[in-house]
C-alpha cells in the first residue's frame, strides 16, 4: 500500500522562502509520478507542480520561475522549494503519486494523497 506524508510548512513573509518535503513508501518510487496540489477556495484542489520518474519537471503557470520540484530516488523524498513566496500562495499543499507516466496536472490523474502541510504567506 503506497503511503503520503507531507512535512515542512509553515508561515512566512511576503518574498520568503519555504521547502515542503514528501515521503513516498510502499512502491518502487523512481517508477511512479509525483506531484504538488495546493487548495483554493474558487477552483478546489489544483495542480503546483509535477515531476516524472526520470527527473522531468512540469509547473503551473502560476508558480513557474518561483517554485521548484525534486526528488531523491534513494531515499523516497520528493521537494518542493518555494520562493519569493505570495500572499496568495498561502494554501494547503499537497503530495501525490500516481503510478507510471506523468500526464496531466489534475487530480484525477494522481491516485494517492497526503494529509496536507499548511503554508501560510503574510503580506
Known amino acids: 500500500q503506497v503511503q503520503v506524508a507531507e512535512s515542512g510548512g509553515g508561515s512566512v513573509q511576503a518574498g520568503g522562502s519555504l521547502k515542503l518535503s514528501c515521503v513516498v513508501s510502499g512502491y518502487i518510487f523512481d517508477q511512479y509520478c509525483l506531484g504538488w496540489f495546493r487548495q483554493t477556495p474558487l477552483n478546489g484542489r489544483v495542480g503546483v507542480a509535477q515531476?516524472?520518474?526520470?527527473?522531468?519537471?512540469n509547473y503551473a503557470e502560476s508558480v513557474q520561475g518561483r517554485f521548484a520540484i525534486s526528488r531523491d530516488n534513494d531515499k523516497k523524498i520528493l521537494y518542493l522549494q518555494m520562493n519569493d513566496l505570495k500572499p496568495e500562495d498561502t494554501s494547503t499543499y499537497y503530495c501525490?503519486?500516481?503510478?507510471?507516466?506523468?500526464?496531466?496536472?489534475?487530480?484525477?490523474?494522481?491516485?494517492?494523497w497526503g494529509q496536507g502541510t499548511q503554508v501560510n504567506v503574510s503580506s
Open positions: 515531476i516524472s520518474g526520470s527527473g522531468m519537471p
Open positions: 501525490a503519486a500516481r503510478g507510471g507516466k506523468c500526464y496531466t496536472l489534475t487530480t484525477p490523474s494522481f491516485g494517492y
